[in-house]
């Protein structure tokens, strides 16, 4: 789910890149039951809920992937994690970005040190975020 191509990522936004992400795992929510995906996840009950009455509660890429990882339909949520981070970095070189030219790509929301340390896993990464950095290297990636 998070390393699928965005289609047309030009044309689209990064709330409707999170909302995608964020329909995904009300899904696998709602086919389990919330205890059950809290307590094997240790993503907070209330954030569930929100999740599943289409809310968009404040989320990391970590918590997701727990999400994600209590379903058979998703790997693991450690596995998850790796290969999100091996995507953004791969899509990065193919669109010849460094954190620097992302940085400034994201009207300088961000210093290149801090996203690269979003990147690796050292700083917490939000969902919102995970959308935004995802649809603008999209974009800017030619393949």
């Known amino acids: 789910m998070f390393t699928e191509a965005i289609a047309d990522p030009e044309e689209t936004t990064d709330e409707a890149v999170?909302?995608?992400y964020e329909a995904t795992l009300a899904a696998v929510?709602?086919?389990?039951?919330?205890?059950?995906?809290a307590a094997e996840s240790?993503?907070?009950?209330?954030?569930?809920?929100?999740?599943?009455?289409g809310e968009s509660p404040e989320l990391t890429v970590e918590e997701a992937a727990g999400v994600l990882g209590t379903s058979d339909d998703y790997p693991a949520a450690e596995d998850l994690l790796l290969e999100v981070r091996d995507h953004l970095m791969l899509?990065?070189?193919s669109a010849v970005m460094d954190v620097e030219a992302?940085?400034?790509g994201l009207d300088d929301d961000y210093d290149a040190k801090?996203?690269?340390?979003?990147l690796e896993g050292r700083q917490p990464m939000t969902l919102a975020?995970?959308?935004?950095?995802?649809?603008?290297?999209?974009?800017?990636?030619?393949?």
Do not use: W
């Open 102 to 104: 992302l940085a400034s």
């Open 129 to 143: 975020e995970y959308a935004r950095f995802h649809r603008y290297i999209a974009a800017e990636n030619p393949y």
């Open 114 to 118: 801090e996203l690269q340390q979003k």
């Open 91 to 93: 899509q990065m070189s």
């Open 18 to 20: 999170r909302a995608d």
């Open 42 to 53: 240790g993503v907070d009950s209330e954030v569930l809920d929100a999740l599943a009455a």
């Open 29 to 37: 929510v709602e086919a389990g039951s919330i205890d059950a995906v």
